[in-house]
């Protein structure tokens, strides 16, 4: 009888031992599929929110630099339209050229009126070297092409590299 409770409590502690032995990896593999399940969760989660807010700041921004663009072209058709149709002289039309100055100073318009003569007038206080031949610049190029005065098109600027 002896023998029958030994051999009872070494079964009930191999069975337990066997069950610890099986039940510890099958519960970390679980906590570790939960915990990778919930990252994987988490970071889709989050790309997607931040895609959705940059997509929102783009269109916010794109809105106010269209609205701040139109503004210059209206302002730029507005003073081209003026020196379509009124005659005035260099110091008027320097004059006019210099009200665009005062036009919104984050994207103002930068006006380039050149004459055959190879006189100018910049509205950005650009002054020319001596040698500055406004008659073998593209804007000048592009001008002649019309009756009347028109907005250029943008490119990039000979001398300093930057987007006109």
Known sequence: MASNIAKSKKTKKSVSGTLLLVMIPV????IIAIIIFSTMQSRSGMRDLAMSDLHDVTESNARDLGIKVGDIVDKSNQIAETLNTVPMSSA????LV???KNFDQSMKPVLYIGWSDKSTVFSNDYVPDADFDATQRGWYKDGLKYDTLKPGEPYVDKTSGSLC
């Open 98 to 100: 210099d009200e665009a």
């Open 27 to 30: 519960i970390a593999l679980s």
């Open 92 to 95: 008027q039309i320097k004059e």
